[in-house]
């Protein structure tokens, strides 16, 4: 969805026939808020379970 809105911008494609994406400027900052969200969510994703594995793998060790 991001590739169609953002058509002119990837291909600098002024015959698209999504009006929406000749409306766009082509520094267009949200792309790279979007792409910096993504990012920022899957990096806090992988934090999460790693954490809940050392988590899990410290109280299966101390199984005395």
Same mark, same amino acid.
């Given at each position: 969805m991001a590739i169609i809105a953002n058509e002119r911008y990837f291909l600098e494609n002024n015959n698209s026939k999504f009006k929406d994406a000749q409306d766009f400027?082509? /520094? /267009?900052?949200s792309f790279y808020r979007m792409i910096k969200e993504v990012l920022t969510g899957f990096f806090r994703i992988i934090l999460i379970t790693l954490s809940g594995a050392l988590l899990i793998a410290a109280l299966l060790s101390n199984n005395n």
């Open positions: 400027p082509v /520094n /267009n900052l």
